[in-house]
């Protein structure tokens, strides 16, 4: 459930019933905490949700609202089931009086924080703190306080045949030098020997710049991949397409495991949500591992993303808001693990909750969640969409041979620090 693909290839517009507010296509639900109508209510939150694409989120998510409401009869739940392109309609909605009094966003956004978009939740976590993973932790604080509750992670990693390898005497590759190699040794005529996505990229430059020691952007604020380590990583990726064993423009982008499942590729970028279509396919058939470390002194890389629920500190609702966070979270742990377990397959940011889905508990789901937990890294808060483009549009010239890499990466760093500077001002 990366963010952001979650747009593009591997969120697909839903069937149901449908109306257009502002626009916008959406679907929007309420619980009923009468038995009649929501009228008994006292208050009705508006509650938006992109539109997931596993089978049975919808229904999940009204089963839970109709679940809070159940046990909060004051306060009914209007559940607005967003598809297509989910953020920009989201931002749009924020600045408006029809904004979402709970809402989740993909990976973290520090300046949503920062201008006082959302209310800081110290107060709903309590003792619960403890139980929720590094990650989900630090990557929704701002300057000391919670802006959020993770309801899931997403793991990525490489995905890889063990059969092919096996077969081409080649093991599971634990540097990018040995990537590239094993990626053109498995090339054929009629196939290629890795998928990162279809722009040939996928998160590719991210996890290489980390894999070489290097940063995004700093603690302090400051653009970090114009480095030494950033431009030889992005460089070094220049290999696998002058190589060209990279699939390139296939029907579904990276987030779908169709080109590894129907054995276009031996080896593929994508997350953990596929692993269960994945193994009904292959059945044992695959391992997954972590991006190679670039060099000696690297380090293998997991990317780490998810989906974190906020609330609207300008609504006029932030009590109850806060209330319906709380409750679904993080105090109803069932509900916790059906939603990571039972729709593709995510890691729960509780650790107790982890710690009972039997489902991460073996085989090659064990394997991602150690990986993650050893090599797991998140976007930083300020990896805004205008970073990631000025980023990745470096990215892909230098791979494409387009210009010198290191004056691209320059005049990247510079767009970059321009929006990193207004989100923190």
């Known amino acids: ?14 069937n149901g019933s449908l109306m257009i507010v502002a626009g916008a296509v959406t679907a929007a639900c309420s619980t009923d905490p009468t038995g009649t109508s929501s009228s008994g209510a006292k208050t009705t939150l508006n509650v938006w949700f992109h539109a997931y694409g596993e089978a049975g989120t919808q229904q999940a998510v009204l089963r839970y609202a109709t679940a809070f409401t159940k046990a909060n009869p004051d306060i009914a739940v ?50 619960e703190k403890a139980d929720f993973n590094d990650n989900a932790i630090n990557s929704v604080t701002v300057e000391g306080k919670l802006y959020g509750v993770k309801s899931l992670d997403d793991v990525m990693v490489l995905y890889y045949r063990k059969s092919k390898l096996s077969k081409a005497g080649i093991t599971p590759p634990d540097t990018f030098d040995a990537l590239v190699a094993a990626a053109k040794e498995l090339t054929t005529k ?6 990162l996505g279809n722009d040939g990229l996928g998160d590719s430059p991210i996890v290489a710049v980390r894999s070489n020691g290097g940063d995004l952007v700093s603690d302090q604020g400051k653009a970090a991949f114009g480095s030494a380590q950033a431009l030889e990583a992005l460089t070094g990726l220049k290999r696998l397409h002058d190589d060209k064993s990279l699939l390139l423009g296939f029907t579904t982008d990276w987030g779908d495991p169709s080109a590894f499942t129907q054995n276009v590729v031996p080896m593929q970028w994508c997350g953990l949500w596929a692993m269960p279509a994945i193994n009904k396919a292959l059945g044992d058939d695959f391992g997954v591992m972590p991006w190679p470390a670039f060099k000696a002194g690297g380090t293998p ?11 609207n500190a300008k609504g006029k609702k932030v009590d109850e808001a806060k209330k319906f966070v709380q409750w679904l979270w993080i105090q109803q ?93």
């Open 1 to 14: 459930m990366s963010a952001r693909i979650t747009d593009l290839s591997r969120r697909r517009f839903l």
């Open 78 to 127: 209007k559940v607005t089931w967003v598809p297509g392109d989910y953020t920009s309609k989201l931002n749009a909605t924020l600045l408006t009086d029809a904004a979402p009094d709970v809402f989740e966003i993909g990976d973290f956004s520090e300046s949503l924080a920062r201008r006082g978009q959302i209310a800081a939740l110290d107060d709903i976590y309590g003792s």
């Open 190 to 195: 009629k196939n290629k020997g890795l998928f």
């Open 301 to 311: 890389v997991v990317r780490v993303g998810g989906w974190t629920s906020c609330v």
């Open 333 to 425: 742990s069932d509900l916790q693990k059906d939603w990571t377990a039972s729709y593709g397959l995510h890691v729960p940011p509780r650790k107790s909750v982890a710690a009972t889905a039997d489902k991460l508990s073996q085989g090659s789901a064990k394997d991602t969640v150690t990986l993650a937990t050893k090599y797991g890294k998140a976007n930083p808060g300020t990896w805004s969409s205008a970073v990631s483009t000025a980023f990745n549009t470096a990215a892909a010239k230098i791979v494409g041979g387009q210009g010198d890499p290191a004056q691209l990466l320059a005049d990247a760093v510079k767009k970059a620090q321009t929006d990193i500077d207004k989100q923190l001002s």
